[in-house]
């Protein structure tokens, strides 16, 4: 194999193509973003009986799903003391079962339809080389005693890593989640699923019946929406804008020549760095991820995936990089992730969104959920999840710190007064500077052609920012994300940035 900026998962199965939506139908369910949450409902809902259209806006499993690490597992960090603290022992243990009936869930499709997906059970290994986290640590094993979750604390970890202290949560799990998803939206699509690619929903209207708009001007009339696409484009006045935030994280897949002891591993700290592996095809491959940071508010003197290759080097020896590439995700301000209707004022319209870099099991519990209230059962999380639910006064801290930073980086944005000379600007770098008194990002690509686009979101309005790892421009209020050359390449801005012609519009 040699390096691809393509996802290890994506690049190691052939998934099929779809039409693009060109007429209007009508169906049960309308599911908008072919990920985990919207591929499992979709198989879930149409096992029930219901017809059933999943659309997705570029191609199946190329969103975060086919760009995640595929953990499969209720440790989401140091994350159990803390709910503890925020919501109290009974809804701490409701985010560990949600988890753990999601793997079971997992576990019982890939029985069911025996699903070669590389599935295995692994322990769980949270760590820590700083002495800040190691009474963290310490905690978290109290709040497992009272929620009776099965790890332990230990001084004997497994991988060969510098730390101090880790802490293990038992029988967690991993497998490959693109091989998993194609078998069961084979399963889906032969209980009648309509799958549609490269098909953009816009909007939500409501006539005499509910119907998904298109960017083609199509319609998919339903009597329920989902919205599986990372962030809600039907907002239905949820204020999802001012409810989370996004953040970006790279991997890499490499070859070490040491083997692998087993297990799964992520740091307490910051940088984040996260230790699984996979074999295939008889070899054994490591995915090493970490780097998280705001989007649009990452270090542009830092190549991430340069960070990560000389951790992986230092820690495990030479290495050989496979695959490199990102994903996004994004956290809500109480970190628990929204799951079900949009809003009090639309009941028929669902939202899964803000996993928090665990859609693994969060993105197959939203689908249990929404499919649930869908078929009007009882489900004994959706109250905890759902988007509408009464935990702002345990929130008013994170809420106040989220829009504080949105707040600064719109006003810093609209206020640089950076003014950098075209002339100087080198090949596969990029600048901002002002023409006529508009802020213009200008990059000039390995073959020295020029790039120049208006810098202002076309979301809200803050003003983007560069992400050299990536070449992109990245806005840091609520994460859109767009080509050098202002194509949209994530939500949730619909439209392109401006572009500049600099032999018209350079002031002269």
Known sequence: MSEQTKSLWNESVHLPSFPTLEESLEVDVGIVGAGIT?????????????????????????????????????????????????????????????????????????QTHQIECHY????????????????????????????NISGELTDNLPLDIPYQLAISMHDQAQFHPVQYLKAILEEAIANDVHVFENTSAIDVEFNKKTAIMTANNQRIIC?????ASHYPFFDGQGFYPVRMYAEREYVLA??????????????????????????????DIWIIAGDSHKVGQGDQKINYFKNLAKFAKDTFGPIKIINKWSAQDYTTIDGIPYIGTVSSAHDNVFVATGFNKWGMTNGT??????????????????????????????SIKPF??????????????????TKQSISNIKTDQAIVTKIKGS????????????????????????????????????????????????????GPAKEPLQTIDLNTDVEK
């Open 400 to 417: 106040i710190s989220t829009n504080m930073n949105v707040t600064k980086e719109f006003i810093k944005g609209k206020f640089d007064t």
């Open 439 to 490: 802020r213009i990002g200008i990059y000039k690509d390995q073959q020295n052609n020029i790039h120049a686009v208006k810098t202002t979101c076309t979301h809200l309005g803050c003003e983007v920012s560069w992400n050299t790892t990536e070449r992109t421009w990245e806005c840091p209020c609520h994460g859109s994300r767009f080509s050098y050359t202002g194509e949209v390449i994530q």
């Open 38 to 110: 919207g591929i499992t409902a979709a198989y879930l809902l149409a096992k029930q009986g219901l017809k059933v259209a999943l659309i997705e806006t570029s191609q199946i499993l190329q969103g975060t799903t086919g760009h995640t690490t595929a953990k499969v597992t209720a440790q989401h960090g140091l994350i159990y003391d803390k709910l503890i603290k925020q919501f109290g022992v009974e809804n701490a243990k409701k985010y560990y079962q949600a988890a753990t009936e999601a793997k079971t869930l997992i576990e019982n499709i890939i």
């Open 120 to 147: 295995t059970n692994e322990n769980a290994y949270v760590y820590t080389n700083t002495d800040n986290y190691i009474e963290q640590i310490k905690n978290e094993m109290k709040a497992y005693d009272k929620l």
């Open 223 to 227: 009597d329920y929406v989902i919205q």
């Open 254 to 283: 490499i070859k070490t020549e040491k083997d692998f002891p087993g297990g799964m591993y992520i740091n307490a700290e910051t940088p984040t760095r996260s230790v699984r592996n996979i074999r295939l095809n008889g070899e």
């Open 365 to 394: 519990t939203a689908a249990k959920v929404i499919t649930d209230l869908i078929m009007k059962r009882r489900n004994e999380y959706s109250e905890f999840f759902a988007p509408t639910r009464s935990s702002f006064p345990n």
